[in-house]
T-cell receptor
Framework: GAVVSQHPSRVICKSGTSVKIECRSL??????MFWYRQFPKQSLMLMAT?????????EQGVEKDKFLINHASLTLSTLTVTSAHPEDSSFYIC???????????FGPGTRLLVL | GENVEQHPSTLSVQEGDSAVIKCTYS??????FPWYKQELGKRPQLIID?????GEKKDQRIAVTLNKTAKHFSLHITETQPEDSAVYFC?????????FGAGTTVTVRA
């Protein structure tokens, strides 16, 4: 499967600040990456689909101006949580599609805590 | 959109026994069904997947079955071991986007 990294692994920030999370595909070029959010003891919820060189596609209910996604290269997608609030505290996980495209491999996740 | 339901939410089995998790989906266009295992604080890891042109797939102690007519699929783990303890998620995909079930917490008692 694909090797995916995320940085940082955990971050604590003050309310109102912005946080950038990086997702890297280490062993192949990913034209599509996905961003998920997972609250404690809950399932993974797709936030957006990140397409290299074009705008991300956001799921219903996800604010595109609050969760900025940039997929500037075939190996890197970034998610910026702008003006973070305590309710944004969650586990953010990215995934990349394999060559078969439908198989997704996940990064290790970023745990965000907003105080 | 796709709606995936997963049962049971928790499952406790004796080591060596089998565990079965069942999922149903709503979108008849879904054609890809992966299963992920997630340990506490870790990333979900793909353990097995099945496509709509196949009814059953097996990989050592893990097997998945798919009934397209009834829109349900199941995960079977045989000869369970303590290291099988984790949260298991089913998912369904019709357009390369995954919709996940709510998860099943499996505890294997030694």
């Amino acid at each position: 499967g694909a090797v995916v990294s995320q940085h940082p692994s955990r971050v604590i920030c003050k309310s109102g600040t912005s946080v950038k999370i990086e997702c890297r595909s280490l062993d192949f070029q990913a034209t599509t990456m996905f961003w998920y959010r997972q609250f404690p003891k809950q399932s993974l919820m797709l936030m957006a689909t990140s397409n290299e060189g074009s705008k991300a596609t956001y799921e219903q209910g996800v604010e595109k101006d609050k969760f900025l996604i940039n997929h500037a290269s075939l190996t890197l997608s970034t998610l910026t949580v702008t003006s973070a609030h305590p309710e944004d505290s969650s586990f953010y996980i990215c995934s990349v599609s394999s060559g078969a495209k439908e198989t997704q491999y996940f990064g290790p996740g970023t745990r965000l805590l907003v105080l | 959109g796709e709606n995936v339901e997963q049962h049971p939410s928790t499952l406790s089995v004796q080591e060596g026994d089998s565990a079965v998790i069942k999922c149903t989906y709503s979108d008849s266009a879904s054609n890809y069904f992966p299963w992920y295992k997630q340990e506490l604080g870790k990333r979900p890891q793909l353990i097995i997947d099945i496509r709509s042109n196949v009814g059953e797939k097996k990989d050592q102690r893990i097997a998945v079955t798919l009934n397209k007519t009834a829109k349900h699929f199941s995960l079977h783990i045989t000869e369970t071991q303590p290291e099988d303890s984790a949260v298991y998620f089913c998912a369904a995909s019709a357009d390369y986007k995954l919709s996940f079930g709510a998860g099943t917490t499996v505890t294997v008692r030694a």
